[in-house]
């Protein structure tokens, strides 16, 4: 392998590719891979003995020793290459955050980090299917939940390799066993994290830290230690949000830097996304909070920070979920008894639910099959949420998503009904975050979310989860992994922001907008929605159970718009 061409004359374009801000394309080692290179705007390029192209592209860091290359946030968060022979493997990271596409060009399997590069490629447009998927609620089941939404591209699963030029997948993660005690889970918990900031913070003058509950705290908390942090705060317009107070307190602490941006300062949610949904390869929720979170990149890049560090994660890993009683009823039926009746208590749960949780033996691909069906009122004890089916759905959009699942085998991510649940929420939960990242490289500050590294996640998972769950305490292996670096007040509290009265507000200044929007709807033309039963919601008033799902159906139909 060659050492990377940078400064080479790009090819110069138009197209995805030369509008983002980072990607890459991995090529087999054959004749056909100089042809597809040469339609690509790389800016670097590293090649396989032979001469030809084997990963090209735009990226900030990367590292290439005896085959193996690493893109990315290096030994911490990255995209892996190895070529052996004529053979190359290429994978993301097992929470997901770094995800992996593949796509036949010319004949020729090729991988690359960005859907949206590979589908220009191929000159494919969105995938109605995929689309359809995006607009269930809260979202499809696994594996459909990883469904690409462009024709000709798929999406590799977390945990797996890509063969080049085979286009064949082999596992190369498995979760841990939940065995470690809390205390033990802890220890491994806060050495992971300290790493994670600590390392990111080498070479760089100055870090940003989101600043508002436990999880940016717990970051913040271990930044300072390691050189110059500018904390970053949005003031919130509920009256009972405790974030600004503790973020002030930690601040005065620590003795960093504050940034807060007061709430009549703060662009609304949805405010441009209607305009320009934003830099991303698929519809995202991130688009319709495009301007809020750039916000957060501006003040930073203003502080001169180099990196901003996020918390997103946490609440996917750090919140099992009560399904895990059920795994723990079978090796420990008196311990999960006594947990179950903290749960129900919490949840209000009536006790043929709590039977039930303790006690199905339903099948993974039993539930797959009929989950479109199900009530969603069984989600605290089933595999996962059942998909919910919109009204403004159209039927023939319903029978794309009826025949997908009839046709996929319902596979879990584990065999353990709670370890299944925990990683179908962290990956769900890394879409998302991988979009927060990719609107922080095109605003100009990286954004680091650390709880999505995989030895974070490994901690996370490792905990026994009869002492992970605890109704009465929030996070406990978080708390007791930060125990040395947090104030006890901090490390106490249970509250959290709502954001309940912001999204109202949102709702009702950009109504018109939305509106429009609809007009010469992308969805309607795609035949998957009844836009005049949208735009009757949007007239309203937001409720979260009618306008919840609407916004969902505007962020994946700005992102539609975008693409024209």
Not at 492 to 517: C, P, Q, V, Y
Request: glycine share 10%; with cysteine.
């Amino acid at each position: 392998m060659s050492t990377s061409e940078v400064g080479e004359q790009p090819v110069r374009g138009t197209g995805r590719a030369a509008r983002a801000a980072s990607w890459f394309v991995v090529l087999p080692d054959v004749e056909a891979a100089r042809g597809i290179a040469e339609r690509l705007p790389a800016e670097q390029t590293l090649r396989h003995p032979s001469g030809r192209p084997l990963v090209l592209g735009r990226w900030d860091s990367f590292s290439e020793r005896n085959g193996r290359v690493e893109i990315g946030e290096v030994g911490l968060s990255a995209h892996v290459l190895e070529s052996v022979g004529d053979r190359v493997r290429v994978r993301g990271t097992a929470s997901g955050l770094r995800r992996v596409f593949q796509a036949v060009v010319d004949g020729v399997v090729v991988a690359s980090d960005r859907a949206d590069v590979l589908a220009e490629l191929i000159g494919a447009g969105p995938d109605p299917l995929g689309i359809a998927l995006r607009l269930l609620l809260p979202g499809a089941p696994w594996p459909l939940a990883w469904h690409s939404v462009w024709s000709g591209v798929s999406a590799v699963p977390p945990g797996y390799w890509v063969e080049l030029p085979s286009g064949r997948h082999e596992r190369w993660w498995t979760p841990p066993a939940p065995d470690l005690p809390l205390a033990d889970a802890a220890v491994l918990l806060r050495e992971a994290l300290a790493d994670a900031v600590s390392i990111r913070q080498q070479g760089k003058g100055k870090v940003a830290c989101d600043l508002s509950g436990l999880d940016s705290s717990s970051l913040f908390g271990l930044a300072v230690q390691g050189g110059p942090v500018v904390a970053l705060t949005y003031q919130t317009d509920d009256p009972m949000d405790g974030d600004l107070a503790v973020a002030r307190y930690l601040v005065e602490h620590f003795g960093a830097s504050h940034d807060v941006l007061a709430v009549e300062g703060a662009p609304l949610p949805l405010h441009g996304m209607a305009t320009d949904p934003g830099p991303f390869d698929e519809p995202t929720w991130v688009s319709g909070h495009r301007a809020r979170i750039g916000t957060a990149s501006a003040r930073a890049a203003r502080h001169q920070a180099e990196l901003r560090l996020a918390g997103h994660g946490a609440d996917e890993l750090l919140l099992p979920p009560p399904v895990w009683l059920n795994d723990i009823a079978r090796r420990n039926p008196l311990r999960a008894a006594r947990i179950a009746r903290q749960v129900q208590a919490k949840y209000r749960l009536p006790g043929r639910t709590m039977t039930r949780l303790l006690t199905d033996r339903t099948s993974y691909g039993e539930w797959f099959a009929n989950s479109l069906d199900r009530s969603s009122g069984w989600d605290i004890v089933d595999w996962g949420t059942p998909p919910g089916v919109p009204g403004w759905l159209s039927g023939a959009a319903v029978e794309q998503v009826r025949d997908a699942m009839a046709g996929t085998a319902g596979e879990p991510l584990a065999e353990a009904r709670g370890m299944h649940a925990t990683l179908a929420v962290v990956h769900v939960g890394a879409l998302g975050a991988r979009h927060v990242a990719q609107l922080g490289e095109a605003d100009g500050v990286p954004v680091a979310m650390p709880f999505f590294d995989d030895r974070v996640l490994e901690a996370c998972l490792a905990v026994r989860p009869e002492e992970a769950i605890d109704p009465r305490r929030y996070k406990p292996q978080l708390v007791a992994a930060m125990a040395d670096v947090l104030p006890a007040q901090v490390l106490t509290r249970t509250d959290k922001a709502d954001f309940a009265m912001t999204i109202g507000r949102a709702w009702r200044a950009h109504r018109s907008e939305l509106l429009e929007l609809l007009d010469d709807s992308e969805l309607w033309r795609l035949g998957l929605v009844d836009v005049d039963a949208v735009r009757r919601v949007v007239r309203g008033p937001y409720v979260e159970d009618t306008g919840g799902p609407v916004w969902q159906l505007l962020e994946v139909e700005a992102w539609l718009k975008g693409l024209r």
